[in-house]
């Protein structure tokens, strides 16, 4: 196998390690408590979050919990509907970063965020360190420049997908299955790319729910893995709060 297939699949599969890791530990088990995992099982993410994006667990819960408390009103860290659909894609990374300057934003909605003494040392203080021994990694692994390009890929991965694609297109297009009172759409079916955060209008007509998917056809991605830590031992899935049977 040449180094670019080597590099490109490399670059595609961390990169969805690190999509998993936001929309399990971060979105269902730390914003919404939809489930519980492992401490270890925690702790991985937590560290594998560190080296892939450098976000902070109390500014990412923070960030989304307001946005479901103001959701496409005044106070919506990143509504298309209050600052445009193009806005958010390509810029939501920098609607994040402003949100979460305000510390007392952060304290407020990040409470029940890990505060040990790697989160104090290493994982809040020392947050450029996780990306750079990424890049570190990454040119071990890959010569140069290929292994610059795999860290690109890998930076921008979640910026354009998770801040910019969910949060804005996930309320601009698509179906709903529920008649929720916001602007949320489900924008594909399929769960696959995103695991699961595609489904977002099903997620916002109930935030309690560890499981994005709602009809047989809707694939969850992050629901299988899931499934497959409760199986292990390594998850416990709480019963959704709102019935939406
Ligand atoms: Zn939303
Ligand atoms: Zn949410």
Redesign the pocket.
Known sequence: MNEIVRALLFALITAHITTMCVTIYL?RTM??RALKLHPFISFLMRFWLWLGTGMVTKEWMAC?RK??SFVDAEGDPHSPRLVGLATVVFKGVFLYTEAVKDKEMVEKYGKGAPDDWFERNVFSKRRRLGVLSTLAIDLLLFSFPVGLVVWGIQMVWIPFWAAGVVNGVGHAWGYRNFDSKDTSHNFSPFGILLAGEELHNN?HAD?TSARFSRKWWEVDFGWLYIQSLSLLGLAKIEPAKVSLY
């Open positions: 979105h914003a919404h989304h946005h479901h997620h935030i």
